[in-house]
């Protein structure tokens, strides 16, 4: 380590000697890299974290090629009169496909579904059925002649009336009717007693356009602002939405956490680092002899924010080259790395605060300018050095998962730890020398009186804090199955109350028990029956399945000229058994829709079905699609429910080998949060181990390396601890900041055991009182920086502030209790020795 810092040494003579264009090309790099860093923006897409090789991810980007990825606006219009209501809905379809966007010179929307024309559904119901509901219609109709015949014999006895249901015969009905329901809904979509219609527009720009998206909502709340509702019904309400809506919420809150988490981030940590500095250098000013006090109190008042400037301006520089840099790799940053500007500003300070506070202390000293900044180079340079390097590697591991919440934020983090890192050693010198000339840091030597107050030379308490430090640790390893994850993806989404209000001001309209759907993608018709055919064994085989249903159009509409005959036999058939004279005069509801829907004679043509039913299975070409529809038995959720539909439905593979695999955005989820489920321990031990490589390759000395080490395990025993005892739970979010904790935790322990190395046994006071102070600044800006994310409106980033803080401030208590504690445990019993000195912090 000492022959890189002596080899990097001559940058630092350069700061010294030519400070004013080490900081030009500094700053024009920094506002080049700043330009590109202006363009990036947020890509909120759950499938943007994981690798586009996923076969999920595939299947989706497939899917959403094929068919589209439209996500529609909604317009709900509620008044008791459903005349009124569809009058005003009519208009507004008309109107709405008239508004203009001269920005990408096109219409805001190309088309819009409202009245659905059913008629010729339901004169044809069964020939839009499949052939094993026709099958069941046929039984359930031949049950329903048997007991008609049964019943009209005046000597027949039912004995077993009392010991039989007719639940299979319903349940063979009740299986055609939710298939009709969902295929021939009502003519227009309204709620329960008709009060309110839904109008459905589908927009012609990219969802992914934030300000196609802001521009179109804004356009449409102009038209709105300009009809004059109440003319249509006194009571009219007209309020419009929904996903896209609630899309586009998503991505202002996380730009508006961003903003708000870097401006109080920001903040605070300006105010610690410009009340801190300014503190003490005017105790080091006061150490000087009279003669050299020639600055008032109110001259170095005004000299406060000067800290924030030598350290902060080499820090902007950096976040620029980092984020510079990201656009270029990367172009986006997805919902976990969207915060790292702030979490960096506070973790790239710390190597600031080290080598300006030893640069005041040698200045103090009476050193030169140009000695004071060498020799905190040389001083500091190698713990910092060290910990930086440490971090850095440390989320550099990340890069190696394949989830990209985890490899994109270690390769950002990692990148904006070495680039701060070399602007504190490599700028920061030149600005101190810069402002220096203009008088702006006011020091002087200190008095050749003044004696430094010796301190305690014991570190007290020592039995007491190791061994109760010890037996927490103890039981927090014993509790250590008690901590939970979070598989609820609801706790870790923002509510937006503008898209909930949306919600219930709509319940009733358009709800269906089949959600969350996913599809499968075959290159043939007969792929398609291929794949229902083994969905559906496999549904039967598996007790505990999450399929509920699975569909394709090709069931319903044949492909083949053989497949519409043998349907239509079935239809005849059945037609046949209606004509019963056991039931052919019943008056019955299900019997009603089965005698209209068995007209087909001859094969439909696909002209015939509806648009709002042929848009749920047409590609973008307007052909029909080979898309199978597998819908799950219960709601996605919970994580472990979505992972075990993942796992059921997300590749299949034929017995000829051939292999489909489902897309959807709820496999995509499960298959994120499955990745980083199984990439966590991994991440985090090969982290641990980099750390430890590290600070061995510093000290050269295990027992030493140890040492370093003993705030970041105990501090996470603690984190852990806190963990159980206030119900916080690990998520896919705050996971990623295990690594980083492990990289930033051990900056403490290294800075201690360094510097107490280097002033030897019975320092540990003095060192407590210099670099204790350091690392206590330094872990305060780092959660201050972390404690912006407490106040988003985003539950998962909220996650990653508490965890961080929370780790970073057990780590920093653990490196000023039970370190000096156990150091001084191991001196008193001469377990210790002085090792050859290292330059060290």
């Known amino acids: 380590m000492q022959k890189l810092i002596q080899a990097l040494k001559p940058l630092v003579d350069i700061n010294v000697r030519h400070p004013y264009w080490v900081v030009i090309i500094a700053i024009i790099l920094a506002v080049f890299a700043g330009n590109y860093a202006a363009k990036l923006t947020v890509d909120t897409d759950i499938a943007s974290l994981l690798p586009p090789t996923n076969e999920n991810v595939q299947a989706l980007e497939r899917l959403q090629e094929l068919a589209g990825g439209e996500t529609e606006m909604q317009v709900a219009i509620k008044s008791p009169s459903f005349e009124a209501n569809v009058e005003l809905a009519e208009m507004l379809a008309k109107k709405s496909l008239e508004l203009f966007y001269p920005r990408h010179d096109n219409y805001f929307f190309n088309r819009y579904e409202f009245r659905r024309d059913t008629e010729v559904l339901k004169d044809n119901a069964l020939y839009l059925a499949t052939m094993p509901e026709l099958r069941e219609i046929a039984d359930y109709l031949q049950n329903e002649i048997d007991r008609a015949r049964e019943e009209a014999n005046p000597f027949f006895v039912d004995f077993e009336d009392d010991f039989e249901d007719d639940e299979p015969d319903e349940q063979n009905i009740d299986r055609f009717r939710d298939s009709y329901d969902e295929l021939i809904p009502p003519e227009y979509p309204v709620n329960q007693d008709s009060t309110l219609v839904m109008l459905t527009l589908f927009p012609s720009g990219s969802q992914s356009d934030i300000r196609y998206l802001e521009d179109m909502f804004d356009a449409y709340d102009e038209m709105l602002a300009g009809i004059d509702i109440a003319s249509f019904h006194p009571e009219m309400e007209v309020q419009f939405g929904g996903r896209l809506k609630r899309h586009l919420n998503e991505f202002e809150s996380i730009m508006n956490d961003v903003f708000n988490s870097f401006g109080l981030g920001f903040s605070a940590v300006i105010l610690l680092v410009m009340f801190y500095f300014a503190g003490k250098k005017y105790i080091n000013y006061q150490r000087a002899d009279g003669e050299n006090q020639k600055h008032s109190l109110f001259a170095h008042l005004i000299r406060m924010p000067v800290p924030v400037l030598v350290i902060g301006i080499p820090l902007i520089i950096s976040l620029m080259w980092t984020f510079g840099i990201t656009y270029m790799h990367l172009g986006v940053l997805n919902t976990m790395t969207s915060v790292l500007f702030v979490i960096l500003f506070g973790l790239g300070i710390d190597y600031g605060i080290h080598y300006y506070a030893r640069y005041i202390e040698y200045r103090?000293?009476?050193?030169?300018?140009?000695?004071?900044?060498?020799?905190?180079?040389?001083?500091?340079?190698?713990?910092?050095?060290?910990?930086?390097?440490?971090?850095?590697?440390?989320?550099?591991?990340?890069?190696?998962?394949?989830?990209?919440?985890?490899?994109?934020?270690?390769?950002?983090?990692?990148?904006?730890?070495?680039?701060?890192?070399?602007?504190?050693?490599?700028?920061?010198?030149?600005?101190l020398t810069i402002f220096e000339k203009w008088n702006w840091i006011l020091l002087s030597p200190k008095s050749a009186k003044y004696q430094k107050k010796v301190l305690m030379r014991r570190f007290p308490y020592t039995r007491t804090i190791v061994t109760t430090s010890v037996v927490l640790s103890a039981i927090v390893l014993l509790f250590s199955g008690n901590l939970r994850f979070e598989y609820q993806f609801s706790e870790l989404e923002p509510v937006f109350p503008e898209y909930e209000q949306f919600r219930d001001f709509t319940r009733g309209v358009n709800e269906s028990s089949r959600r969350n759907p996913a599809y499968m993608i075959a290159d043939t018709d007969e792929e398609v029956f291929e794949?229902?055919?083994?969905?559906?064994?496999?549904?039967?085989?598996?007790?505990?399945?999450?399929?509920?249903?699975?569909?394709?159009?090709?069931?319903?509409?044949?492909?083949?000229?053989?497949?519409?005959?043998?349907?239509?036999?079935?239809?005849?058939?059945?037609?046949?058994?209606?004509?019963?004279?056991?039931?052919?005069?019943?008056?019955?509801?299900?019997?009603?829709?089965?005698?209209?829907?068995?007209?087909?004679?001859?094969?439909?043509d696909h002209n015939e079905i509806p648009d709002y039913l042929k848009n749920r299975f047409t590609t973008r070409d307007g052909e029909i699609g080979r898309f199978v529809i597998i819908y799950p038995n219960e709601g996605l959720s919970d994580g472990?429910?979505?992972?075990?539909?993942?796992?059921?439905?997300?590749?299949?593979?034929?017995?000829?080998?051939?292999?489909?695999?489902?897309?959807?955005?709820?496999?995509?989820?499960?298959?994120?949060?499955?990745?980083?489920?199984?990439?966590?321990?991994?991440?985090?031990?090969?982290?641990?181990?980099i750390v430890f490589i590290f600070i061995w390759f510093s000290f050269r000395s295990f027992k030493w390396t140890m040492i370093a080490l003993i705030p970041l395990i105990i501090g996470l025993l603690w984190l852990f601890g806190i963990m159980m005892i206030f119900g916080l739970k690990f998520n896919f979010y705050n996971l990623v900041v295990l690594p980083a904790i492990l990289g930033i935790g051990c900056d403490n322990g290294v800075h201690l055991a360094h510097r107490y190395r280097d002033e030897?046994?019975?320092?540990?006071?003095?060192?407590?009182?210099?670099?204790?102070?350091?690392?206590?600044?330094?872990?305060?800006?780092?959660?201050?920086?972390?404690?912006?994310?407490?106040?988003?409106?985003?539950?998962?980033?909220?996650?990653?502030?508490?965890?961080?803080?929370?780790?970073?401030?057990?780590?920093?208590?653990?490196?000023?209790t039970f370190l000096p504690a156990m150091v001084q445990f191991l001196e008193d019993r001469n377990w210790l020795h002085r090792e050859p000195d290292q330059l060290s912090d």
């Open 531 to 604: 794949i229902l055919g083994a969905l559906r064994e496999m549904k039967q085989t598996n007790p505990e399945t999450m399929i509920l249903e699975v569909e394709a159009l090709q069931e319903r509409f044949p492909p083949t000229d053989a497949m519409a005959q043998e349907k239509l036999e079935e239809i005849a058939r059945i037609q046949m058994l209606l004509q019963n004279t056991f039931i052919r005069d019943q008056q019955d509801e299900n019997l009603d829709i089965l005698r209209r829907g068995s007209q087909t004679v001859e094969p439909l």
């Open 364 to 431: 103090s000293d009476g050193e030169s300018v140009q000695s004071s900044a060498i020799h905190a180079y040389e001083r500091t340079g190698s713990a910092i050095i060290i910990s930086a390097l440490t971090t850095a590697t440390a989320l550099f591991v990340l890069m190696f998962a394949d989830f990209r919440g985890f490899s994109e934020f270690g390769f950002i983090a990692g990148l904006g730890i070495l680039f701060a890192l070399f602007c504190m050693l490599f700028v920061l010198p030149s600005l």
């Open 640 to 689: 472990l429910k979505s992972i075990a539909f993942k796992e059921e439905v997300g590749s299949l593979t034929l017995e000829d080998g051939r292999t489909f695999h489902a897309g959807s955005t709820s496999i995509v989820a499960a298959s994120m949060l499955d990745l980083m489920r199984t990439e966590s321990p991994y991440m985090v031990g090969a982290t641990f181990f």
């Open 760 to 816: 030897g046994k019975k320092s540990m006071w003095d060192v407590l009182s210099s670099t204790g102070q350091h690392i206590t600044v330094g872990s305060f800006t780092t959660m201050l920086g972390f404690a912006g994310l407490l106040f988003t409106t985003h539950p998962g980033l909220q996650s990653i502030g508490i965890m961080a803080v929370i780790g970073i401030g057990m780590t920093l208590f653990s490196a000023l």
